[in-house]
Nanobody
Framework: QVQLVESGGGLVQAGGSLRLSCAAS????????MGWFRQAPGKEREFVAAIGWSGGLTYYADSVQGRFTISRDNSKNTVYLQMNSLKPEDTAVYYC?????????????????WGQGTQVTVSS
């Protein structure tokens, strides 16, 4: 019943921007920490960003700090990832995830639900 559906991925040139969205259903959205992870071919899934229940607390991977911004709209059950100054190394499948409990937001094991992913490709 729980579904997380990502959208907004695509092809963009280096230095460009994309905004990813993740629409959640089947859960009490405001009770979940929401996170974004990404996975490139041949690599493990890695943490990108996370946001707390009310949106007041956020965390970012060092690799995206200052370029990406995570936000949420609890009235729309949606979390966003604004990606600016994109680099070729940002190319990956981006996954939305939801965590009901736990505070280790950078760890995959904390998250209870995952979306199917959306492809982001950044050309040089």
């Amino acid at each position: 019943q729980v579904q997380l559906v990502e959208s907004g991925g695509g092809l963009v040139q280096a230095g460009g921007s994309l905004r990813l969205s993740c629409a959640a259903s089947g859960l009490t959205f405001r009770s979940y920490t929401m996170g974004w992870f990404r996975q490139a071919p041949g690599k493990e899934r890695e943490f990108v960003a996370a946001i707390g229940w009310s949106g007041g607390l956020t965390y970012y991977a060092d690799s995206v700090q200052g370029r990406f911004t995570i936000s949420r709209d609890n009235s729309k059950n949606t979390v966003y990832l604004q990606m600016n100054s994109l680099k070729p190394e940002d190319t990956a499948v981006y996954y939305c995830a939801a965590a009901r409990y736990g505070s280790a937001w950078r760890t995959r094991e904390v998250y209870d639900y995952w979306g199917q992913g959306t492809q982001v490709t950044v050309s040089s």
